[in-house]
């Protein structure tokens, strides 16, 4: 608790005095399937947002050895949902993405989003198609599907992913609220 804590004055610091092209994490949760985070974002021009950035994880190569370090090579392929300007616009966003899982399946949408170039900046507005899908076992997932170069991705978000970052986020903001905008 104490670790999460320090992280998360450190991070309130931070997003107060954001050097620009550095993205500030939020919020992060992941799977075997993908990496998820809420984070902020100032480009050189001095704007300021809120992204949710979905990555897609494909693991590549791997070894695995006992007399040798341990090896994997892994290609990410991530877009990142405009959230909007303000802490506020962010929430409404979430909430608006969070309301697509009572939507009929098939249902789509289109986001504003940026890709991450190879640097880990963010490249220019693109946008990025959500489909409403049915779970094999039961329920629903978000499918988002964008352009990664001449070809596109696809990453997958499930509700309680949504809403654990949602939650962190939400917490983030009670434990430091002068440092949102």
Known sequence: M?????????????????????????????TDRGEYSIFTYKDNDGTFGYYLGLGRVTHLLGAI?????????????ETCICLGATADEAFTTIDDILALYDRNVDTTVEFRSRAVNGSGRLGDVTMTICVVQ????????????FPVGQHHAEAFLGKSKLKELRTNFKIDRKLHPKQYR
Do not use: C, Y
């Open 2 to 30: 104490v670790v999460a804590a320090m992280m998360a004055t450190l991070n309130a610091q931070a997003q107060k005095e954001q050097p620009a092209g550095i993205r500030m994490e939020i919020a992060e949760a992941e």
């Open 134 to 145: 049915k779970k094999l076992l039961g329920g629903k997932r978000l499918q988002f599907l």
């Open 65 to 77: 050895r006992d007399d040798i370090v341990d090896m994997a090579f892994d290609s990410i392929k």
